[in-house]
């Protein structure tokens, strides 16, 4: 009995529901949960407002004090019920499940609450501030019922070799690019480009094309550098958002040939010696 309960409850909190076809079947506890985390970084933004928490700051916390228990009573379930999942089944299954990222995401998005509720008579107002805002990591929980996201996850980790190099190739450009800027502009605005720490400042706002405008170079040298600079900050950008690119491309592929070969009838087995149809595969020689 308890563990068709904790199956079922497996079934409720994990599962994807799909049509035959293969494609994604509306899931009702996903859309609320979905839609509860949604409101809940509404509720966070809105409170920010001097004038809503004044007049509405009760039903807000009212809100999140309900919401709250949601999300405790769907964590806890899920720790009850993840030795239905073969990852987690053998003898400590469930501290796996607790390091596991989601699970500290869940984790993450209640534990504030609690710890302002239990030390708010003592805590120091600034801590008790950075908690509330940490509340704003519940959107990171969408991630768990969204399978578009949760397909950009996987997109990233089997593409996590390219990215670390691209990850350390433009920390390097930047690196230059703060130097060069250095050398070229420290004489001429030594208040602007103090240091080659400072002037990562300028590489990051220029490699990344935001351009603020509020420091620049003003020598040819300086100039000419920051405009082959500039012109390399395209490919800063492109690079990462190409890998990515084309691993969800290959991931919607593989996604519509697993859709395709789902709803292709399947050809009868036939016998490779006297080319009859294998009923069964059973006691045919």
């Not at 949960?33 to 009212?62: C, D, K, S, W």
């Not at 999942?85 to 984790?107: C, Q, W």
């Not at 720490?197 to 706002?205: D, N, P």
Request: aromatic share 10%; glycine share 8%; hydrophobic share 50%.
């Amino acid at each position: 009995m308890q563990r068709a309960l904790r199956r079922r409850v497996y079934e409720l909190v994990e599962f994807t529901a799909r049509t035959p076809d293969g494609r994604h079947r509306v899931d009702w506890f996903d859309v609320g949960m979905i839609a509860l985390i949604v409101l809940n970084v509404v509720a966070v933004i809105l409170e920010t407002e001097p004038e809503v928490h004044r007049q509405y700051g009760r039903a807000l916390f009212a809100f999140e004090a309900a919401s709250i228990a949601v999300f405790t009573a769907e964590y806890l379930l899920r720790l009850w019920s993840c030795k239905e999942d073969p990852r987690y089944a053998p003898f400590g299954g469930r501290a796996r499940f607790l390091i596991s990222p989601m699970a500290i995401v869940d984790l993450l998005a209640i534990a504030p609450f609690y710890v302002q509720l239990f030390t708010a008579g003592a805590a120091d107002m600034r801590f008790v501030l950075a908690l509330r805002l940490f509340r704003i990591l519940r959107v990171l929980k969408i991630g768990r019922y969204s399978s578009a996201i949760a397909m950009l996850g996987r997109v990233v980790r089997g593409r996590a070799e390219e990215l670390a190099v691209i990850v350390l190739l433009m920390a390097v450009t930047l690196v230059v690019a703060a130097g060069l800027m250095y050398y070229a502009e420290h004489a001429a605005q030594p208040d602007k480009f103090p240091s080659i720490g400072a002037s990562l400042w300028w590489a990051v706002i220029t490699l990344t094309t935001i351009g603020y405008g509020d420091v620049f170079p003003i020598t040819g040298l300086g100039k000419a550098l920051g405009g082959a600079i500039a012109v390399c900050g395209i490919g800063f950008v492109a690079l990462p958002t190409a890998v990515v690119a084309a691993g969800l491309a290959e991931e919607l592929a593989a996604r519509r040939k697993g859709v395709a070969d789902a709803a292709k009838p399947k050809e009868p087995a036939v016998c490779p010696h006297c080319g009859k149809e294998i009923e069964g595969h059973a006691g045919h020689d």
